[in-house]
């Protein structure tokens, strides 16, 4: 293959250079119906899953019809995404904060056509292309990271534990029989890019062991005193250490204060953590970011460990069905898995839905680990 | 033939969700086959040494990249994530496999149009795998080679009049709900005031001026269906002062059974004829409505806005008039310090197009000015708000405390007076203090 220049000169990087345009404006993108009537939408009804219909002061109506997507997606998908909005959305898509597509069209004698044709699109595989649904009091797409894909730190991967999760949870998918809306997410490290700490259930991947120290090039590819300054539980110290006769500049680790958060190792490659056994998933629930009845909440950790059982984590998808089966029999209307649980207390959902409770699950991590404690003789047998 | 046998990742094409292991074997074949007689500038078998470095992670259970060296397009601090693979050997095409982000236009709508021209560009210069979105909003493009990512910039700048996203100690792209564009919810234009902020902040946002990764993220209600409350260190969230906009007749149309209750949002299970007592009524957390006499009442005035009741009656019950934002600052993940919510800084503030968002661009300033002058190496806002308290963000932005701004008072009564605030001052003279207290 020979080099194609795009008219870039090494040599005069600053030559016909354009910088800081930032992204196209949005109105570029607008389908006519929403430029028309931005501002001025008066309501709007889920038809059925996956189906919305936005009615405007104007009399217009835009009907959406909402797909999941992998959010690792080829090119060639991108296309026949865009091939299905050339034949039936005048050109026009959109997608949402949790990675699903939107297809809309101004009419509604455009939308069975449009619905069975994204239907009827499978992979060579056999699973669907452009599954319709992810609204309402149902399970939508769930929003995560890189994992083993493309990320440097990831305790377990991220597009195949969602896969597993999705299939698992599909009908629910595309169906709204839950009290609410359930928000899945998923982080591969502490460092959550997937921000899973607010989600009715969040998978989280986490490392149990400390880092390794590779001595040898410790001191060549690291700034000791940041890699230790980077540890929130000052575990790692300097040390020199002697090897093959010569003395190098390394860090000490005091494994009992890891709590293996990997920080380290993102300011150290010398200071590797991943490991088989060591690493898995951790599930939390409870959490939301809406403020509609009650303030949002932080999800809490509720199965401390699952290990990473490529490549369909049967354990992990097992315990996601027993959390949803429990929550969609036992919650009220409305209610979030979060504020459910606050109902009926945290030991009776560890009663409901038969996850043990074990030291782990108590919070010892600094001073908001106090308020966490049961400072009540209110409590259920 | 595909290059690596992934018997693993084989198991993950079957079910009925969209496959990405599919997928990808879909983008390496169609690479292989190279219809279009593609020029690739990467290696044409890319996609078949991601899917085997993949299999070997399925098989042994952890990553094979490694920490990103220093790549990026001149003059930008971020944008551009350098990855390498730990078995370049074995894998030689995924060996330099880089990500680039590109800001997403606010509200993510596109053509057709753009998006193709995307995609026969990351066709040409990389590896055509991408991710629709990363996690903070960006199109993120998977997977390309040093030598192809200025070429790739030149492009994207000249030809698509588009520019990259942001990385590292930035700001990052910032992202928003669908908001007016097709939410009747919506209490100001999420789309304008991201795209302003995105455009008038470039600077910020392509070099690396601050302690950490700062995010902006905008939500035109507080159903913050963009999650801002809980993932940005400034959320702009909207609310309105006046009363909630009551169409009685709708009211009683749901009440009949005619309209469903949630727009539909439960119509998957029989949950019984809607009880508006029961579902509106005692559920409203400030229990500031009544329904009598075939009438509802509001008693704004003791109102949170928590939406639920305009939720579950969206042809009934709209947010008031007189909107703007309510502006929190401080969320993050737990690295390091445990997970942080947004904090309210700012109860409301006009949304003024206007004037250029002038307003609300003098709290932004005055914060990035305190945490800028303030704040350690990867210190996020919100963990400099715990570490200097809230009175010293108050003090820097000129806010006058509220008591909107807390839970609840303090418990205990360990106040930082200062001497200002104290009658005489600090300054005593211990003689004289001595003459009526003998030592």
Known sequence: MAFISSGYNPDKPMENRITDIGPRHYEEFYPEVIKKNKGKWLYHEILKPGVLVHVAESGDEVYTVRVGGARLMSITHIREICEIADKHCDGHLRFTTRNNIEFMVDDKSKVDALIKDLEARKFDGGSFKFPVGGTGAGITNIVHTQGWVHCHTPATDASGPVKAAMDELFTDFQSMRMPAHVRIALGCCLNMCGAVHCSDIAILGYHRKPPMVDHAYLDKTCEVPLAIAACPTAALKPKKVDLDGTTVNSIEVNKERCMFCGNCYTMCPSLPLSDKEGDGIVLMVGGKVSNRISAPKFSKVVVSFIPNETPRWPSMTAQLRNIVETYAKDARKYERLGEWAERIGWERFFDKTGLEFSHHLIDDFRDPAYYTWRQTTNFKF | ?439
């Not at chain 2, 392509?206 to 809980?230: M, T």
């Not at chain 2, 600052?329 to 737990?334: L, R």
């Open chain 2, 1 to 439: 033939m595909a290059k690596h046998k992934t018997p693993l990742l084989d198991q993950l094409e079957s079910g009925p969700w969209p496959s990405f292991v599919s997928d990808l074997k879909q983008e390496a074949a169609a690479r292989a086959k190279n219809e279009k007689n593609v020029e690739y500038q990467i290696s044409q078998d890319v996609v078949e040494d991601l899917l085997g470095v993949l299999e070997l992670s399925y098989k042994d259970g952890t990553t094979h990249w490694k920490h990103g060296g220093i790549v990026g397009v001149f003059g930008y601090g971020g944008g551009v994530i350098g990855r390498y693979c730990d078995q370049p050997g074995l894998f030689p095409g995924v060996a330099h496999f880089h990500t680039i982000r590109v800001a997403q236009p606010a509200g993510k709508f596109y053509t057709t149009e753009y998006l193709k021209q995307l995609c026969d560009l990351w066709d040409l210069r990389g590896s055509g795998l991408t991710n629709m979105h990363g996690s903070t909003g960006d199109i993120i493009l998977l997977g390309t080679t040093t030598p192809q990512i200025e070429e790739f910039f030149f492009e994207l700048t000249h030809n698509m009049n588009q520019d990259l996203g942001g990385s590292g100690s930035n700001l990052r792209t910032p992202a928003d709900c669908i908001g007016q564009a097709r939410c009747e919810f919506a209490c100001y234009d999420t789309q304008d005031l991201c795209h302003t902020l995105t455009n008038d902040y470039q600077d910020e946002l392509h070099r690396p001026a601050f302690p950490y990764k700062f995010k902006f993220k905008f939500d035109g209600c507080p159903n913050c269906c963009v999650a801002s409350i809980a993932r940005s260190d400034m959320s702009f969230i909207g609310t309105w002062k006046d009363d909630i906009r009551i169409d009685q007749d709708a009211v009683a149309g749901y009440v009949k059974g005619e309209f469903k209750p949630n727009a539909g949002a439960h119509s998957g299970r029989d949950w019984g004829a809607f009880d508006i007592q029961k579902e509106v009524i005692a559920l409203c957390p400030t229990e500031c409505m009544k329904y009598e006499n075939g009438k509802l009442e509001i008693d704004n005035k003791e109102c949170t806005r928590c939406m639920h009741c305009i939720n579950v009656m969206p042809r009934a019950l709209k947010p008031g008039k007189e909107t703007g934002l309510s502006i929190l600052v401080g969320a993050k993940a737990p690295i390091l310090d445990g997970a942080q919510m947004g904090s309210l800084l700012v109860p409301f503030v006009e949304v003024n197009k206007e004037n250029g968002y002038e307003e609300i661009k003098e709290v932004v300033e005055a914060i990035w000015d305190w945490w800028m002058e303030e704040g350690k190496n990867r210190e996020r806002l919100g963990e400099l708000m715990k570490r200097q308290g809230f009175q010293k963000m108050l003090e820097a932005t000129n806010i006058k405390p509220v008591a909107q701004h807390v839970q609840e008072p303090r418990t205990n009564p360990y106040i930082f007076w200062k001497e200002e605030e104290v009658e005489g001052g600090w300054e005593r003279d211990v003689n004289e203090f001595r003459k009526n207290h003998l030592r």
